[in-house]
DNA sequence: TTTTGAGTTGTTCGA
DNA sequence: GTCGAACAACTCAAA
């Protein structure tokens, strides 16, 4: 049975260039068989998002076009993954199964199920690294403890052996002798129909492969050289916006790294290289998070702090989430950054920070709440980031912020939207504010407002909280942690 | 074991 | 407007 199929799985690993699990099917010379499982039982309340389902719908279309390009196709299923791949390892007589490592708790525990079940049955099955520089079980302290604090762990990373350099994608590839069906990826009903909220992602985004190889180019052709500082300004494109082709393994972090190493070594005078150095930094906070929820399997639910898990949060309060959800707290620059996520997927990182201080620290909602929906709308939600980065700005995760550090919503908007180009982008109805309110309309005199068309509690919001009472409110609570001790 | 240095991303107050 | 200091102590990681 010289003809026995290998089986390609892919999971968050959506490209065929640096892609070891298929590397290494391509070399060993039998049929490649590319599959898919979509699989919403796995991670529990961790399905897929609608954003995500989005993104996954092109970006599985694109991978069935590249792999075409080089003469198979990918087969799509769906179910528990475990059993659909053991199902498909019978239906089509493979000797083989391949992929490349998640780790999220839930894929973890299936992958070493299926893993030993494979092997007892004589399947040649193999994992490997795609998604990380680093593996997680490769960094640590000298007590060989996981690392709870970034810069020591970032440190260590670098004085690890460099990643590998990527491979190239095979030129070449044959599926089995005898194709078994595919499920359409139409009736998954991944894009959304009634309503179609999608128009803005579309208009945003390019998923897929090549997109991710273009973005990337991109990125270092133009904003990498300012990245140090511009990165913190929402109203410029000066971040590289690879995150949801990360998250679905479009493009691999050793590509990055190896593409912003080659750019140093070409071109790089000293302010471009403590700026990639900083863009490179980010992808340690990624490799951070990873780690983090690999040693803590209960990072997206629980407080990696125990002192927190009686914090005494607000009561429960459905309008000031739902006001939260919509962009319509009254104070600008967090209302354009949940507009901006509800129309594109996508916020800007300063003001994710912001939006996540305000949700926890103002309306004393749990951080939960918040990771639950970026979750659902952020189209590079991805469980380790969200949850490690909710953790870290209630202050429970791992390098916590002080607890005195509450983010000024006002002060932040002047800061890094200074002109206030940001908000009018998304906060249509204050577009014609000054500059001097645009981030304080309830400072604005009448006659401004008047004059720029705002009436406060009707064209917009009045502000939902008192930012200074609700700072003081929650420093008072965050003594009770400590108290707690 | 003990000690030492350091910790992504801030705000406010007073000079 | 701008600047420096205070905020409060704690935990982590390494020497």
């Known amino acids: 049975m010289t003809d026995a199929p290998t089986i390609v799985w892919f999971r968050q690993d959506l490209r065929l260039a640096d ?3 298929l590397a290494r099917a391509a070399k060993s010379g039998a049929p490649v068989l590319a599959l898919y499982v979509l699989d919403d039982e796995t991670e529990g309340p961790w399905r897929l998002g609608g954003a995500s389902r989005w993104w996954l719908h092109h970006a599985l279309t694109a991978l069935d076009k590249d792999l075409r390009r080089l003469g198979t196709s990918l087969t799509l299923r769906q179910g528990p993954a475990d059993r659909v791949v053991m199902d498909l390892v019978d239906e089509v007589g493979a000797a083989s199964v391949t992929w490349n490592r998640c780790y999220e708790p839930g894929a973890r525990e299936r992958d070493a199920r299926l893993k030993a079940a494979l ?20 960094v640590s302290t000298q007590d060989d403890k996981p690392y709870r604090v970034f810069t020591p762990f970032w440190r260590a990373c670098l004085n690890l052996p460099e990643p590998a350099a990527p491979e190239r994608a095979p030129a070449r590839l044959t599926g089995p002798a005898d194709q078994p069906a595919s499920e359409a990826i139409e009736d998954w009903a991944l894009l959304p129909t009634a309503p179609d909220w999608a128009g803005g992602l579309r208009e945003t985004w390019q998923p897929g492969e090549a997109a ?6 991109a990125f270092l052709d133009g904003a990498i050289d300012g990245y140090g500082t511009l990165r913190n300004r929402p109203d410029i494109d000066g971040t590289s916006r690879l995150s949801p082709h990360l998250h679905f393994g479009e493009i691999g972090p050793r590509q990055i790294w190896h593409a912003v190493k080659a750019r140093l070594a070409n071109n790089g005078p000293n302010s471009t290289e403590s700026s990639a150095w900083s863009f490179l930094r980010e992808l340690g906070w ?16 629980e407080p990696l702090d125990q002192r927190f898990a009686d914090f005494p949060w607000g009561a429960r309060d459905d309008k000031a989430l739902s006001a939260w959800q919509g962009g319509l707290t009254g104070y600008p620059i967090v209302d354009a950054g949940m507009r901006q996520l509800y129309a594109i997927g996508w916020m800007h990182n300063r003001v994710r920070m912001i939006v996540a201080s305000f949700l926890i620290k103002d309306l004393m909602i749990p951080w939960q709440q918040g990771e639950a ?21 209630a202050g429970c995760g791992a390098d916590a912020a002080p607890y005195f550090r509450v983010f000024n919503p006002v002060l932040q908007g002047e800061k890094f939207d200074a002109d206030g180009t940001y908000v009018r982008r998304w906060v249509p109805e204050l577009s014609s504010l000054p500059n001097r309110y645009i981030h304080k309309p309830w400072e604005a005199p009448a006659d401004a407002l008047k004059a720029a068309g705002v009436t406060l509690g009707e064209t917009y919001p009045l502000p939902l909280v008192n930012h200074a009472d609700a700072r003081k409110a929650a420093l008072n609570a965050y003594e009770t942690v400590k108290a707690s001790a």
């Open 19 to 21: 892609n070891p699990a």
């Open 119 to 138: 092997k007892a049955r004589g399947i040649d099955v193999t994992s490997h690294n795609a998604a990380l520089l680093f593996e997680p079980w490769t």
């Open 212 to 217: 991710a190889a273009a973005r990337l180019d």
């Open 286 to 301: 990624r490799e951070f998070s990873t780690n983090l929820l690999y040693h803590f399997p209960r990072l997206p639910t």
């Open 373 to 393: 929906w970026f979750w659902d709308t952020l189209v590079d939600a991805d469980l380790a980031n969200n949850a490690a980065s909710w953790q870290w700005v």
